[in-house]
């Protein structure tokens, strides 16, 4: 069956410090693939989506490539600040069903 | 756009006793899931809806867990009698539609967080 599998956590940051969330996929077809970023206190929030191999998907200085010949969808963002701290949950989409990732916590101190 | 609504967002209740869950999805959407995610994990789905109808409940154990969304837009998700073991977050998402090969983003609401004692 379809699965996701992303880097463990939790990571800790430095303001200003690069982030990159390994993500990796098994699945049957060509499915969506989405980050879903979930704030302390709230619900999950879509981050950034790509329908498509080799799409970028980008949003809040995030980004992640859709790359089907090494199943991954790695989130990366060049400077981080003390509001990205949350936990990210990598996923894929196959028909209407969402799989997700165990979610990686991540902590950027000031 | 008010976004999808849950209710309570906390509850404790004591093993055995029953507890319900209330969504109210985004308005025009008729899809709605109602997800499980466990302490140190990612969602899992219980159960989707198009409109009233219940299209995937293979995941709900329904010796304890049943849901309804009769009017084709809020949903209640309930638990009797509940155990220890339901302990987590119930998570319930909306979406314009899901038709095959259709990439609807799915909407989450913040959860109820149940803890059984």
């Known amino acids: 069956g379809d699965s996701v599998t992303q880097m463990e956590g939790p990571v800790t940051l430095s303001e200003e410090a690069f982030l990159t969330i390994n993500c990796t996929y098994t699945a049957t077809g060509y499915p969506s693939l989405f980050w879903y970023v979930q704030y302390p206190g709230e619900g999950l929030q879509l981050l950034l989506k790509?329908?498509?191999?080799?799409d970028k998907g980008s949003n809040k200085g995030f980004e992640a490539t859709y790359r089907k010949e090494t199943t991954s969808f790695h989130l990366e963002k060049g400077s981080v600040q003390v509001s990205d701290s949350a936990v990210y949950f990598c996923?894929?989409?196959?028909?209407?069903?969402?799989?997700f990732g165990a979610g990686t916590t991540v902590t950027v101190r000031a | 756009e008010a976004g999808v609504v849950q209710s309570p967002r906390y509850k404790i209740i004591e093993k055995k006793q029953p507890v319900a869950f209330w969504c109210n999805p985004i308005s025009g959407h008729n899809t709605l899931y109602w997800y499980l995610q466990n302490l140190g994990q990612g969602p899992e789905l219980l159960i989707r809806y198009e409109n009233e109808e219940a299209v995937d409940d293979s995941q709900l154990p329904k010796d304890r867990f049943s849901a309804e969304r009769l009017k084709g837009v809020d949903s209640t998700l309930k638990i009797q009698p509940a155990e220890l073991g339901d302990s987590a977050v119930y998570l319930c998402?909306?979406?314009?539609?899901?038709?095959?090969?259709?990439?609807?983003?799915?909407?989450f609401g913040p959860g109820t967080r149940l803890t059984v004692l």
């Open positions: 790509a329908t498509k191999a080799d």
């Open positions: 996923a894929l989409r196959s028909d209407y069903k969402l799989s």
């Open positions: 998402a909306s979406s314009p539609s899901s038709g095959s090969g259709s990439t609807d983003t799915q909407y």
